[in-house]
């Protein structure tokens, strides 16, 4: 199951990724925007992202104008790793190197046509682990003692 949700700026978009995720045979749960009326990204990215840390998605998608919001947003909820991507070698790398759990695409950015190439390299992709999984767990101590402060 893939948790989709969008802001005002990525709702055209994210109907076209929906799609696109049908057209695969791929489960989503949408979290909103459920119209193109002017929303705050943080409303829709926080509850996408708190599914997938539960675990009742196993990756995220979120869209936005800039895509910089949401990959703010997404990163401040425990065991997010959010990655902003506007080409595929990063989508590719983001999940090979960094196990990023959450898509964050920029709908004023990316076209369309791209943005889709980068949702199936997204999750297409498997996570490398070795070296990885050491670095990903730093990164988690980060978290744990930031969240002692
Ligand atoms: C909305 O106008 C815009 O600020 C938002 O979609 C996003 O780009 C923020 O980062």
Do not use: Q, W
């Not at 119209?35 to 708190?50: F, G, H, I």
């Not at 390299?121 to 070296?131: I, K, V």
């Amino acid at each position: 199951m893939i948790a989709i949700a969008s802001d005002h700026g990525g709702f055209a978009l994210k109907k076209e990724i929906m799609e696109r995720l049908e057209a695969r045979g791929l489960e989503y749960k949408d979290f909103g925007s459920f119209t193109a009326e002017s929303c705050d990204y943080p409303d829709l990215a926080a509850p996408a992202c708190r599914a997938v840390r539960s675990g009742e998605c196993e990756k995220g998608i979120l869209i936005c104008g800039t895509g910089i919001g949401m990959s703010i947003s997404a990163n401040k909820i425990k065991g997010i790793r959010a990655a902003l991507c506007g080409d595929c070698f990063s989508a590719e790398f983001t999940r090979r190197h960094n196990d990023a759990n959450v898509l964050c695409l920029g709908a004023r950015v990316t076209g369309a046509g791209l943005a889709l190439k980068i949702c199936d390299t997204f999750l297409d992709t498997p996570f490398e682990g070795g070296r990885h999984k050491r670095r990903i767990e730093k990164v988690e101590e980060i978290e744990r003692e930031e969240a002692g402060l």
